[in-house]
């Protein structure tokens, strides 16, 4: 089996590759890269006009197995995956139960094998059913397949709690992702704390609750010198103590969302329940601070925190409707309408944030294009204008605030292991 992916322009951001060229797979692994390969015998894939990217990672994502079915399971949310352009995906661990031993973290990765088009990691609950009081079994989970540890979801409450998790994920090399707001702060609130909540009469989560939880969990990390992903940042001033943490050479690393850098909290107004998420959209000052974050290198990466609930469950009133919503399908045409046609980042920068970036972090294999690595790569139409219909989506849960937005930019072919999955947005397995 040889194929030759032909004529595109390959951005490969961990060799800071940027060519125009061919791509020569054979057997399910990538042979060669090169400005003009003779592909002899081999069938060809027509690249030109498109970007040729290692397959797209998102190391946030909600996949709702087990026991979350109605809102999402592996089969439709790794199928929402290839749609949006993505090959590997890290799931999160809040689901019923919680993914908190190694028999539930095997049970994900065997599902993911039969169920799934594209790569699955899974992470593990810090704590015991993300209870925040006793740590769950980590070393058992990371032996199971586990690439990290996280109560996404809640905040961990205990510092002492959090530091015993940071020195134990650590003895294995893993990191721990959290899920930064401190929950005194947010109780009960359903959106952004601001002038717009103000006037909405809205409660709220102010933003210096990302920021204390931000700046403890910071510290801890530095103190343990354990390894500490934070999860969507949206505060400015998170963005500003990762910045400064980093350069005392604390281990720490942190994603945005495509929501959190595009849009404010005015999409609030109106009450539409697919612009509710935690942390919440906040207002254009923080989305400007988390721009300049991904732009200097304090953002390590853009994940989607694909958060999918049931219609019936999103079609309540605002502030009983669950937050979240899907992500996966909207991620790479938000980011190119918003951050690269606007001029405000380059292909490279988005692509390294979209691939070696978020693969770095979980560790293992994904995010280069290289000679014997597996032909996980994902073709990109950066010009191609589409129209967001949720109608159409893959996802089982499909509120969306990008609902009939016009965007442009868009992932046009997958391929895992070489083989072709999804084709100008269609998923052939
Ligand atoms: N982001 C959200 O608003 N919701 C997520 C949880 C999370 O990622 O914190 C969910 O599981 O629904
Ligand atoms: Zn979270």
Redesign the pocket.
Known sequence: MKLLIKGGRIINPALNMDIAGDILITDGCIAEIGQKIDGAGAEIFDATGYIVAPGLVDM?V?L?EPGLEA?EDIYSGTRAAAAGGFTTIAC?P?TKPVVDSSIAVSGIIQRAQNEGVVRVRAIGALSKGQEGKELAEIGDMVAAGAVALSD???YVSSARLFQAGLLYANMFDKVVIS?AEEESLVEDGHMHEGAISAMLGMRSRPAVAEDIAVMRDVMLAEYTGARLHI??VSSANAVEFIRQAKKRGVKVTAEATPHHLTLTDEAVIGFDTAT????PLRSADHVQALIQGLNDGTIDAIAT?H???AAEEKDMEYIYA????AGLETSVGVILTSLYHTGQCTLPQILEKMTIGPARILGGEAGVLQPGAAADITLIDPDREWVVDETTFYTKGKKTPFSGQKLKGKAVAVFVAGELIMKNGEVLK
């Open positions: 946030h909600h709702r809102k999160m809040n996404d979801g809640h899920h999860a969507h509710k998420v935690n942390p925190d958060a999918p609930h669950p937050s979240g919503f």
